[in-house]
């Protein structure tokens, strides 16, 4: 499968606890997304990478969600001191630079206790 | 401040009726509108529109683009159960905007 592959699926965890996330794009793809998603909302941008480079950063972003993108393929999102909020469900993106066409992975559901 | 909206917000209906979804947008430094159909999880591609006035067609689906009144609409007709999905539309300018989605619901 050449898709866009998030790992884990689905994620439990305590309020307080740090969470990461991976994400891996298409493989010819140089720009990768993060979005975030919750029940009846639309996805929310988070953050986006240009290879390994983060070009921008969401204003509502908290300073507890940090992503890298170390080597210009796969991606982590970590959240640190992660709260009931944090819930919701965390899309991954890519695409080429010069097309518009976001291709989509699974997700990862995030539910924090 | 840029947005998207999509109306309505939900959509119930009987197999082989015709649906238009709408979306509006006002965006800076608009590049494309695009549609994608959410089911359980994550969103999958259905068109992409940069020019006023072109229709994209796929089967059953089409859609258009309105860049002076700055809107598009999806038609989906002969609506089937498998139809049954929240449609999304984003639009793509400094950033990637979705709408909060229409949820369409086919009753045989």
């Known amino acids: 499968d050449t898709g866009v592959s998030q790992n884990p699926r689905h994620k439990i965890t305590k309020r307080g606890q740090n969470v990461t996330f991976r994400c891996d794009p298409i493989s010819e793809h140089n720009r990768l997304y993060w979005y975030r998603q919750t029940l009846g909302q639309g996805p929310e941008f988070l953050t986006y990478?240009?290879?390994?480079?983060?070009?921008?950063k969401s204003r509502l972003l908290s300073d507890r969600f940090s992503a890298e993108r170390p080597k210009g393929s796969f991606s982590t999102l970590e959240i640190q001191r992660t709260e009931q909020g944090d819930s919701a469900m965390y899309l991954c993106?890519?695409?080429?630079?010069?097309?518009?066409?976001?291709?989509f992975g699974a997700g990862t559901r995030l539910s924090v206790l | 401040e840029d947005k998207v909206v999509q109306s309505p917000l939900s959509l119930v209906v009987h197999e082989g009726d015709t649906v238009t979804l709408n979306c509006s947008y006002e965006v800076t430094n608009f590049r494309s509108l695009l549609w994608y159909k959410q089911e359980k999880k994550a969103p999958t591609f259905l068109f992409m529109l940069t020019s006023s006035g072109i229709e994209k067609k796929s089967g059953r689906l089409s859609s258009i683009l309105d860049k002076k009144e700055l809107f598009s609409i999806l038609n989906i007709t002969a609506t089937q159960t498998g139809d049954s999905a929240v449609y999304l539309c984003?639009?793509?300018?400094?950033?990637?905007?979705f709408g909060t989605g229409t949820s369409l619901t086919v009753i045989p």
């Open positions: 990478f240009q290879n390994e480079a983060q070009l921008e």
């Open positions: 993106a890519s695409t080429q630079a010069a097309q518009n066409i976001q291709y």
């Open positions: 984003a639009v793509t300018g400094n950033q990637f905007y």
